[in-house]
Structure formats: structure tokens, C-alpha cells
């Protein structure tokens, strides 16, 4: 049985909500790695993209499942290249790569298989490439507040579909990030006091390839003058 995902539905250019203190923390850390080559996942309508060419990265690829995204993303910023592709879909048909980096903003929140995600950064890094997600923070502090307000039929809305359905403290970021072989290298969190934090920025390291016992042993080629 096939499941009809609605799309997210972007009808125009530009920030579709108040991004700024997740987009430039995730930009400095780019730049931080010297990346040349940058994987959007999860695009949306290309405005990170657009941040990161005019910032100076080289190659910025963006990818999402959403066909309006995509295709706002494709007449509205220049010089980044966009495919309409998903996480379950197969990363290697993307262009560009393999990536120095892959980010993804607010995105691993929506998704019923989290884990897809990482499996899709994967394939697409290089590697010991890094793979930086945001996403809403939730910690004990936070959910007890939202409960005592009575804020959870807003904050997890039922009604909205495609939206928040996987709410992530530290712990758990990390949990899903190393089961699919990722390496925990930093965690920043941002906007707002101490543990009502609005987002995490997770930064996870790709594994680095090892040679196979065969591939060990086998002969260096000579070369004769």
C-alpha cells in the first residue's frame, strides 16, 4: 500500500518563517570546515541555498520531496542546482557530490523514519564528511512548561498535516545519529534561556571509509619508466 504525502505546498521565495537565528549559526559552521561542496536536504524553497552562494560555497545542491518547493527554489536562486528527491529516495543520483557537508534545517521533526535521513547523508558525503541538523528542541524543563500551559493541542497540532511529529531532546539527537554510524561532534543550542532553547544544531561526522582486507594486501601498481 502506497501513502499519498501531501505536499508542504511553498508558493513563494524567500524565509518562510523567522530562520535567522538557526541559519547563521549553521553558516558559520560550514564555512568553519572549509566546505566547498554543500548538500541542502530537505531545501524547501531553496533559501538556505541562496544563503550559503552568496556567502561564497562553490557546489550547493538542494534536494526535497516537495515539488513547489523545488520549483520555487529552481526559478528564484541562482547558482545552486535542486532536485526534487526525498530521503527515502536514493542519494546518488544528486549531482555535485560526493558533499563536504550536508545540512538540513528543521526538517528530521517531520519525518516518520528518522533515520532515513542519516542513511541519506551518508551516501551522499564524503567520507568523514559532516552531516549538521537543526531542530526544536524539547528537554524535560520545556515539555513540563508546554503541559502546565496547556500548550501541546498548538504547539503538536494534529490538524496540520505534514507536520511536527518526532520531538527531540539532546539524548535522543545524538541516539539517532550514532546507531547509523555517525560520530557526535558538537552540539549548540539556540535561541531562548537555558533549557528552553528554541532549536538544537547537532553536528555528527560521517564514518571514514577503511580500506577491506583485500583491498590491504593487495599489490601497489608499479609504473616503469
Known amino acids: 500500500?502506497?501513502?499519498d504525502i501531501p505536499d508542504y505546498g511553498y508558493g513563494t521565495a524567500g524565509a518562510c518563517?523567522?530562520?535567522?537565528?538557526?541559519?547563521?549559526?549553521?553558516?558559520e559552521l560550514v564555512h568553519s570546515l572549509g566546505a566547498s561542496r554543500v548538500l541542502d536536504i530537505g531545501c524547501g524553497n531553496g533559501?538556505?541555498?541562496?544563503?550559503?552562494?552568496?556567502?561564497?560555497?562553490g557546489t550547493?545542491?538542494?534536494?526535497?520531496?516537495?515539488?513547489?518547493?523545488?520549483?520555487?527554489?529552481?526559478?528564484?536562486?541562482?547558482?545552486?542546482?535542486?532536485?526534487?528527491?526525498g530521503v527515502d529516495d536514493d542519494a546518488r543520483v544528486l549531482p555535485g557530490g560526493p558533499f563536504?557537508?550536508?545540512?538540513?534545517?528543521?526538517?528530521?521533526?517531520?519525518?516518520?523514519d528518522p533515520g532515513a535521513l542519516m542513511r541519506f547523508a551518508k551516501v551522499a558525503l564524503?567520507?568523514?564528511?559532516?552531516?549538521?541538523?537543526?531542530?526544536p528542541y524539547h528537554g524535560y524543563l520545556k515539555n513540563l512548561a508546554i503541559s502546565l500551559s496547556n500548550g501541546?493541542?498548538?504547539h503538536w497540532d494534529p490538524l496540520w498535516n505534514g507536520g511536527h511529529i518526532k520531538f527531540w531532546s539532546k539524548q535522543t539527537l545524538r541516539r539517532v545519529a550514532e546507531q547509523d554510524g555517525f560520530a557526535?561532534?558538537?552540539?549548540?543550542?539556540?535561541?531562548g534561556m537555558p533549557w528552553m532553547w528554541k532549536s538544537l544544531i547537532g553536528m555528527f561526522q560521517s564514518p571514514i571509509y577503511e580500506p577491506s582486507a583485500a583491498e590491504r594486501h593487495s599489490p601497489r601498481p608499479t609504473h616503469q619508466s
Open 1 to 3: 500500500m502506497s501513502i
Open 17 to 27: 518563517w523567522d530562520d535567522e537565528y538557526i541559519a547563521a549559526p549553521i553558516l
Open 47 to 57: 533559501e538556505f541555498c541562496r544563503r550559503l552562494v552568496a556567502s561564497g560555497v
Open 60 to 85: 550547493v545542491v538542494g534536494c526535497d520531496y516537495s515539488a513547489s518547493g523545488t520549483a520555487v527554489a529552481q526559478a528564484s536562486v541562482a547558482g545552486a542546482t535542486f532536485m526534487q528527491l
Open 100 to 112: 563536504d557537508v550536508a545540512v538540513s534545517l528543521e526538517v528530521i521533526e517531520h519525518l516518520y
Open 126 to 135: 564524503k567520507p568523514g564528511g559532516y552531516l549538521i541538523v537543526s531542530t
Open 152 to 154: 501541546w493541542d498548538g
Open 184 to 191: 557526535w561532534e558538537a552540539c549548540i543550542a539556540v535561541c
